[in-house]
């Protein structure tokens, strides 16, 4: 290692040991350290944003924020619905050796708390801690569904030194509940809160009946700016897991009203869960826009603090878009219509499923002088992958035991590509249970495990077909051998979570 190289990893060394000397990292490092943000939308599925070929919402930060940094055409959510999926963000282990594979309810094993998720375990390493041991100010602000406060899942017990939002994520399917978080503190923001689930099977439905005093996102979007503006002269690794677009829907009625009439011929009476709403497609519409709305607000406060170039803005999605409801509703959950807006283009499914519709998700990646603007990746990855990508981004070593690989030589030296190493993996108990492995352009799925008749095994060659269509699994037995062993070595036993294939 040259001597500069080595001077140069030393202060950085004794930065990460040290968080009390950062001021003096200048002296000790050539350039101040790179901030991180990661930004997670809620049930957004692959083509629900402009630069994915959207044409109905207009999203233009994200848009901008694509034309800045780099399109991944192939990237995958850690699990098709979201604390699983965040547990794989969070934990760096795919869903056959994560800790959390479903949305189980803390109080199912833990009567004595009244909301919030299965938690996660003390022994649990998350991507916040690595970062907030190496010094960095660690917050995150949105939906947090890894286990309610007092629990060892709690955000400040998993690396995060600040945490505004929802603990929960049944409180999460109002906009306008009564409480927050504030770390362990309660915070009461709507004497009047709005439910997230009513049904009204006659009369006139009316957005007005649905508006609450203090629209959560409003707030919560405003604790991020402050975090940022707050941090500006130290390190800061900052988490955004926004609630939008999943519902209730209940947006402000003026970004409503920016989308045409014509729009919505018919109300949507709860009938497929979550509340009424009588202007379904334009509040769908409205909560994308406004998703779009808060990122520009991000971007603008990095801007402000002069931090934009040295930060790296990662934007995705825990899983795919609203899922269906059968005969029950012309519209899927909520009153969304993901038909109308093309949401998942030619993928197969939605949220719930691990055909590509409910895990491939939307997601770019921007760093001023590192990542080339306005380029497209088509590399495969998956949430599993952040952990490792995050600490190689930010000089920091990874713990060992990590099921991703690192994406960062991929998204910063796209002429140097290289062929994925590890397969990605699905293990999911939920939605009569599924499991799901690519490994290479192949994909090997299998539904139906928890049902007295569990489905065949299912393979697609995803470079020729993937929308699923044609299923390979016939004429390939020996692919699907290796998928199935390639499940059966990357499965670990959950008693939580069981998931068996015959």
Known sequence: MARVEWVR???????????????????????????????????????????????????????????????????????????????????????????????????VNFPQFTEGQHPLSDEALTIAEVFQRAGYATGAFGKWGLGPVGSTGEPNRQGFDLFFGYNCQAVAHSYYPSHLWRNSERIEINPAPIPGHRKQPDGDVRMADWIGENYAPTLMIAEAEKFIAEHKKRPFFLYLPFIEPHVAMHP?????????????????????????????????????????????RVLHALELAGVADRTLVVFSSDNGSTLDVGDRSKFHVGGADPRFFDSTKDLRGYKGSVYEGGLRVPTIVRLPGVIAPGTVNDSPGYFADWFPTLCAAAALEPPTGLDGESLWQTMTKPHEQRLRQKPMVWVFPEYSGQVAVRFGDWKLVRRGLRTPQPGPWELYNLTTDRSETKNMATDRPELVSQGVEILQRETHDNPLFPVVWP
């Open 252 to 296: 402000p009625q003026e970004l409503v009203e920016r989308f045409p009439v014509e729009w919505d011929s018919e109300v949507y009476r709860g009938e497929g869960g979550y509340l009424p709403h009588p202007r379904p497609r334009a509040a769908y519409a409205a909560m994308i826009h406004d998703l779009d709305r808060h990122v520009g």
């Open 9 to 107: 990893w030393l202060g950085c060394v004794c930065v990460a040991l040290c968080g009390s000397i950062l001021e003096t990292r200048g002296a000790l490092c050539d350039e101040p350290r790179l901030n991180v943000v990661f930004i997670l939308a809620d049930d957004l599925g692959w083509g629900e944003i402009g630069c994915f070929g959207q044409e109905k919402i207009p999203t233009p930060n994200l848009d901008r924020l694509a034309s800045e940094g780099v399109r991944l055409t192939q990237h995958y959510s850690g699990a098709p619905v979201c604390a699983p999926s965040r547990c794989v963000l969070m934990t760096g282990r795919h869903l056959g050796h994560a800790e959390i594979r479903g949305n189980l309810q803390a109080k």
